[in-house]
Nanobody, 125 residues
Framework: QLKVVESGSHLVQPGGSPRLSCAAS????????IGWYRQRPGKEREGVSC????????YYQKSVKGRFTISRDIAARMVNLQMNSLHPDDTARYYC??????????????????WGQGTQVTVSS
C-alpha cells in the first residue's frame, strides 16, 4: 500500500513563507505524480499544484501561480511545496496525494487514490 505523509502544521503571518513537505513510500517518484490539494474553511477541496515527469512542467492553480513552487527530490522521495507571500485566504488544510503518472490527468484529484492526512496552514496576524 502506497503512502504519503505531510509535514507538520504551520501558523504564519500574512506574507509568510512556510514550506510543506510530503514523504512518499513509492519506490521511484519518477513513476508517479504528486499533487498538493487544499480545503479552505467552508469550501470544497481544490487543486493547488502537482508535479510529475511532465514535459510541460508542474501545474499551478491560478491563485498561487508565482507565489508557490513545487519541487521533488527523487532520491529522498520527497515533494516540497514552497509557499511565499501567503494571504489569509490561503488558510486551509493542505493534502498531499499520489498516483501513477500514467493514470489520468495530473491536475484531476479524482485520479489520485492515495492521500495523506493533511496538514493545517493558518495565515493570521
Amino acid at each position: 500500500q502506497l503512502k504519503v505523509v505531510e509535514s507538520g502544521s504551520h501558523l504564519v503571518q500574512p506574507g509568510g513563507s512556510p514550506r510543506l513537505s510530503c514523504a512518499a513510500s513509492a519506490f521511484s517518484l519518477d513513476d508517479y505524480a504528486i499533487g498538493w490539494y487544499r480545503q479552505r474553511p467552508g469550501k470544497e477541496r481544490e487543486g493547488v499544484s502537482c508535479i510529475s515527469r511532465r514535459t510541460d512542467g508542474p501545474y499551478y492553480q491560478k491563485s498561487v501561480k508565482g507565489r508557490f513552487t513545487i519541487s521533488r527530490d527523487i532520491a529522498a522521495r520527497m515533494v516540497n511545496l514552497q509557499m511565499n507571500s501567503l494571504h489569509p485566504d490561503d488558510t486551509a488544510r493542505y493534502y498531499c496525494a499520489l498516483k501513477s503518472r500514467f493514470d489520468g490527468r495530473d491536475d484531476d484529484q479524482k485520479t489520485y487514490p492515495f492521500w495523506g492526512q493533511g496538514t493545517q496552514v493558518t495565515v493570521s496576524s
